[in-house]
C-alpha cells in the first residue's frame, strides 16, 4: 500500500508555479521521498527526490518540512506539457532494491 | 527516451493466444520491473527481478509467466488471458542498491479480446 496522501487533482494557469503537496506521516529514518510523473499513457517519469533537505533540479523543487511529514513539488513556471499524474512516493534506500509502490497520485491541469 | 525499450507498444490477442511482451535496457541496470495499470487506476507491481533473480512475485495469476535470460531483458509470456487483463504494462529498470531513480519504458498497451 501506498504510505503517502495526496490530493486527487489540482489545476494551475500556465506560467504560474504548481505547489502539489503530499502527506507521508508514517516516513520512517531512512526513507526518502521521490516524486514522479506520468503523461497520459506513458511510462512514469522521474522528477527529483530527498531525504530532509529541500532540492532543486532542472524540472522542479522539492521542499521537505522540517519533521519529514510532509513535502511539496514546486514546478516554478507550468506549462501545459506538465499537465499528468504526479506521484509522491516513500521509498527505503538500501544495499538491496526496494521497488516503488504508487498510489493515485495528484492529476494536474495545466490552464492555458 | 528513457533508455528502456518495450515492444510491441500495441498488442490485441484473443484469450486463447500467447503471445510475450518484451523489455530491453542499456543502462546497465541490474533490477528489472514489470508493472500493469488498468484503467484509472494506480500502477501495480507485479514482479522484480535482481541479477537475473525474480525477487518479488506480488500474486500474479500463472497466466503471466516472467523471463529474465540476463541483465538487459525481460519478457512476459502471456497465455489463456481474460479481458479484464486488459492494461498498459510498463516495464522499469534501476541500479542495484542504494538510492536509485527507476527508469520506465513507454509501455504495451494490451486489449484482449
Known amino acids: 500500500d501506498a504510505k503517502t496522501t495526496q490530493p486527487t487533482s489540482m489545476d494551475c494557469a500556465e506560467g504560474r508555479a504548481a505547489n502539489l503537496p503530499c502527506n507521508h506521516s508514517?516516513?520512517?529514518?531512512?526513507?526518502?521521498v521521490y516524486w514522479y510523473r506520468q503523461i497520459h499513457s506513458q511510462g512514469p517519469q522521474y522528477i527529483i527526490h530527498?531525504?530532509?533537505n529541500n532540492e532543486t533540479n532542472e524540472m522542479a523543487s522539492l521542499i521537505i518540512t522540517e519533521d519529514r511529514k510532509s513535502s511539496t513539488l514546486i514546478l516554478p513556471h507550468a506549462t501545459l506539457r506538465d499537465t499528468a499524474v504526479y506521484y509522491c512516493i516513500v521509498r527505503v534506500a538500501s544495499s538491496g532494491n526496494t521497488p516503488l509502490v504508487f498510489g493515485k497520485g495528484t492529476r494536474l491541469s495545466v490552464i492555458a | 527516451e528513457t533508455g528502456v525499450t518495450q515492444t510491441p507498444r500495441h498488442l490485441v490477442m484473443g484469450m486463447t493466444n500467447k503471445k510475450s511482451l518484451k523489455c530491453e535496457q542499456h543502462l546497465g541496470h541490474n533490477a528489472m520491473y514489470w508493472y500493469k495499470q488498468s484503467a484509472k487506476k494506480p500502477l501495480e507491481l507485479m514482479f522484480v527481478?535482481?541479477?537475473?533473480?525474480?525477487?518479488e512475485n506480488n500474486s500474479v495469476p500463472s497466466r503471466f509467466s516472467p523471463e529474465c535470460p540476463n541483465s538487459s531483458h525481460l519478457f512476459l509470456h502471456l497465455h489463456t488471458l481474460q479481458p479484464e487483463d486488459s492494461a498498459l504494462y510498463l516495464c522499469?529498470?534501476?541500479?542495484?542498491?542504494?538510492?536509485?531513480?527507476?527508469?520506465f519504458g513507454q509501455g504495451t498497451r494490451l486489449t484482449v479480446v
Open positions: 508514517t516516513i520512517s529514518g531512512n526513507e526518502y
Open positions: 522499469a529498470s534501476t541500479r542495484t542498491g542504494g538510492n536509485t531513480e527507476a527508469f
Open positions: 530527498g531525504l530532509k
Open positions: 527481478y535482481n541479477f537475473k533473480e525474480q525477487t
